[in-house]
Structure formats: C-alpha cells, structure tokens
C-alpha cells in the first residue's frame, strides 16, 4: 500500500505546510479513491497512477489555489494577519514609548550623560520588549489554531512590515535617484543607507521577535502547562 | 418569490452535501462518491472543490468534522450536519426551485 501521507506532503507541500490536519484528510481520501480503484478490478499501477493524478498538474494547481483562497480569506487573517497586527501595534507602542521614557527620564536623573546611557539602554529594552511582542503575536496566533507557519508570520508581522516600508521607500528613492536631475540622495549613499535601516529595523527586531515566539512556543509545550485536559482539547482540534 | 442568490451554483453544491449529511454522518470520499452515484455522475466533486466547501461549512459551524478511528484502524474526517446546517437546508432549497422556476420560465423547459 503506498504511503498516501507521504505523497500528499511531497505533491503539496504548501498545504502540508499552513494545515498537517488537511495532508491527513486528502491523503484518507486518495487511500479510498485507490482501494476503490482495486475494488473495481484495476491493476495496482493503473490505480496509482489514475489516483495520484488527482494530486497532480493542473489539479494540484487548483486544490492549493482554492485551498489558499479559503484559508486565506479566513484563516490566514485569524491566525496571521490579525494577531501580526496585534503585535505591530504592541511593538510599536513600546518602542517609542520606552524609547521616549527611558531618554526624558534618564536626561533628568543623569543630566550630563543621560544622552550617552538613553540610547543604550533604550535600545536594549525596546528589543527585549519586543521578544514579548513577538511570543504575543505566536499565542494569539496558537490560540486561533494557527500552525507553526502562522504563528512565525504572526510573530515577525513588525519586522516584515518595516522591511516591506524601508524597501518601499530605498525602491522609490533609487528610482528618484535615477530620473530626477540632482536627486539629494546620491547612488554612492544607497547601501549605506539601506543596511543600517535593515539592520536596526527589520532584522534585529526580528530576531528578539522570534526569541519570544520561540520561548512562548516552548512554555506552551512545557509538560507543565499541558494538562490532561488542555491536551484533549487541542488533540480534538488537531484531530490527533 | 424568495430571491435567487448571485452564488447559486455554489449554493446548490452546499445544499446537496447538507442534504446528504442530514441522513447521516458521512466522510469526504463518501460525499464525493454518494453525489456522483446519486446523480448519475452529472454531479462530481473534485477534491478542489469538495474540501474547500466543507471547510467553509464547518466554519460556518453547518456542519462540524471529527476524526474517527474506522475498524480497520484508519482515521477519517467525518462531517455531521449541526442545527445551524439542518436550518439552511429549507431556504437553501426555495432559492433553487426558485432558480428552476425562473428559468423554466424563460426556456419553456421542464425540470425533474
């Protein structure tokens, strides 16, 4: 008997991906297809064959199109996009609120070098602070059902959104730079300004992001936090 | 005259898996085979088709799916038809004898 779960996850990776629960149930539904295929006196081969197509080109195409469209019309925005949004706008609170605290409150305490220790300070909090934003965004996510595929979207939503603005805005700028006679921002100056911006706005943060997702992701796991009764609940949710 | 919605064909595929839930429980291959054979093979389902539809309707909480362990020890998704679902039924067959009626009407031919 061929290994229908493992046919499914070679043929449709993305589904497999954003939903194990729905591998399982196409791969039910090819096991049938092919044992009724036996049924009605059809070689083994043939009977592979005639149901593996149905996972295949043009069908295969379809099914994650309207597999995608489904999910992306409802899932993805409940288990993606709305706790990514929650988690932007938690991190973008925090980051220029405690970036405002930390350098008036330091300025008055320490005056002479408040300046020196703020932007330190402020920039060490602000990213362990963002961790926490960003293991809110994976439990939301969990808690809408989201796979791990999710919950690192959700997780990761503030940095993506600001590389998507600063690529926006280096695009626009480089074309600005190319058409408009004595553009300010010089070719010469492009990378250097893009790579700090990267750095500091999408890649830094999103690493304590995923630092949060992945600590929320492990106490989540914790045997201790799994009780009998949680553990039923998410297995009839699962279907494990 | 019960108005004719924009998605009747999808709603006509809705009706048909409520219709056949309402008998019982039944899993995916189960639907698509049973349609087919009840009509002959007019109506199919795909899986691109099939699937979808049933997770729309079980977000719409029509119908609900659970994982149950067959004799011969596989597991399958199967879909029960919940109150919300058995109310859709009625209106959703009014909208397709309208629809029938309305184009009755206009090409004099008789339905089934």
């Known amino acids: 008997m061929p290994n229908w779960k493992q046919i499914v996850r070679k043929n449709l990776r993305v589904l497999s991906a954003c939903s194990p629960e729905f591998t399982e149930e196409l791969a039910g539904h090819l096991e049938d297809s092919y044992e009724a295929s036996l049924r009605e006196g059809v070689p083994a081969e043939v009977a592979f064959h005639r149901t593996v197509s149905q996972i295949e080109g043009r069908r295969r195409i379809w099914l994650v199109l309207r597999f995608l469209q489904e999910d992306f019309v409802t899932g993805f925005i409940r288990k993606a996009a709305l706790p990514g949004l929650l988690t932007f706008a938690a991190s973008a609170f925090v980051s220029y609120a405690f970036l405002l605290l930390t350098y008036f409150h330091l300025k008055i305490i320490w005056p002479a070098n408040g300046q020196i220790l703020a932007l330190p300070l402020g920039v060490w909090c602000q990213l362990c602070l963002l961790s926490i934003c960003g293991a809110l965004g994976a439990i939301l996510s969990r808690r809408n059902g989201g796979s791990r595929l999710h919950r690192i979207a959700a997780a990761l939503f503030p940095s993506e959104i600001m590389g998507t603005a600063i690529l926006l805005v280096y695009c626009v700028g480089f074309a600005l730079s190319r058409f408009v006679p004595d553009y300010a921002w010089g070719a010469a100056n492009e990378w250097k300004l893009l790579e700090p911006g990267l750095l500091g706005f999408v890649i830094l943060p999103a690493a304590f992001l995923l630092l949060g997702a992945g600590v929320a992701e492990g106490v989540g796991n914790s045997p201790s936090r799994t009780s009998p009764q949680r553990t039923s609940a998410r297995s009839e949710y699962s279907g494990q | ?112």
């Open chain 2, 1 to 112: 005259m019960t108005s004719v919605n924009a998605q009747i064909k999808r709603g006509s595929a809705e009706l048909a898996v409520l219709t056949l839930l309402a008998k019982r429980p039944l899993h995916g291959y189960e639907i698509a085979k049973q349609i087919e054979a009840q009509t002959a093979g007019v109506l199919s389902f795909d899986m691109a088709s099939l699937y979808p539809m049933l997770y729309r309707l079980e977000r719409k909480r029509w119908v609900k799916a659970e994982w149950q362990t067959l004799p011969n020890g596989r597991r399958r998704r199967c879909y029960r038809l919940m109150p919300a679902g058995q109310k859709q039924i009625a209106p959703l067959r009014a909208e397709w004898r309208a629809f029938f009626q309305a184009l009755q009407t206009i090409t004099g031919f008789q339905n089934a």
